[in-house]
T-cell receptor, first 114, second 107 residues
Framework: DAGVIQSPRHEVTEMGQEVTLRCKPI?????LFWYRQTMMRGLELLIY????????DSGMPEDRFSAKMPNASFSTLKIQPSEPRDSAVYFC????????????FGPGTRLTVL | RKEVEQDPGPFNVPEGATVAFNCTYS??????FFWYRQDCRKEPKLLMS???SGNEDGRFTAQLNRASQYISLLIRDSKLSDSATYLC????????FGDGTTLTVKP
């Protein structure tokens, strides 16, 4: 099993540019989560999906952030326009469901906005 | 007040020491509890679930106190490889992570 796959692993961009982060969950998992981690704020849940449907996006910081899950094997997190304060590590995680609560995290995308 | 609060740390202990971390949570409706481990510049990984009756996995023991709304993690005979950040996770529909406690085990 390949685990959760995220791309890119590192992204450096300039303020104002659009950034798209990608995630492929583990096959058969029906929940997907996007997190952001910084030293100041720790690990924050941004949004999560069940069966490709967004369930809770209350953690999305503002309208510049959007997330989609067009099918069970792919999700994107988009930031447009990006700002320096968006610099963080963004993790995607998936969970099988059906009473199994362990979340499996991807390796993360380290985003730097200059 | 944060939903999940952990000992701030850092904890610096010698090999072989016993160390304990606590984590308090504010929502009495919380349903499930976990400890995750995160190594430097890596993703979090599940260490163990926390059950009402307490549970043990080798040198690690996790306990839950619903009345006082805290969970704990005890590590016995600590190893150099236990050095990491330990994250407390509380679920009420969705997962809320604590800020983590950093442990450094020294020779």
């Amino acid at each position: 099993d390949a685990g959760v796959i995220q791309s890119p692993r590192h992204e450096v961009t300039e303020m104002g540019q659009e950034v798209t982060l990608r995630c492929k969950p583990i096959s058969g998992h029906n929940s997907l989560f996007w997190y952001r981690q910084t030293m100041m704020r720790g690990l924050e849940l941004l949004i999560y999906f069940n069966n490709n449907v967004p369930i809770d996006d209350s953690g999305m910081p503002e309208d510049r952030f959007s997330a989609k899950m067009p099918n069970a094997s792919f999700s994107t997190l988009k930031i447009q326009p990006s700002e320096p304060r968006d610099s963080a590590v963004y993790f995607c995680a998936s969970l099988r469901g059906g009473g199994v609560n362990e979340q499996f995290f991807g390796p993360g995308t380290r985003l730097t906005v200059l | 007040r944060k939903e999940v609060e952990q000992d701030p740390g850092p904890f610096n202990v010698p090999e072989g020491a016993t160390v304990a971390f606590n984590c308090t949570y504010s929502n009495s409706a919380s349903q499930s509890f976990f400890w995750y481990r995160q190594d430097c510049r890596k993703e979090p990984k599940l260490l163990m679930s926390v059950y009402s009756s307490g549970n043990e996995d080798g040198r690690f023991t996790a306990q839950l106190n619903r009345a006082s709304q805290y969970i704990s993690l005890l590590i016995r005979d600590s190893k150099l490889s236990d050095s990491a950040t330990y994250l407390c996770v509380v679920n009420v529909g969705k997962s809320t992570f604590g800020d983590g406690t950093t442990l450094t085990v020294k020779p």
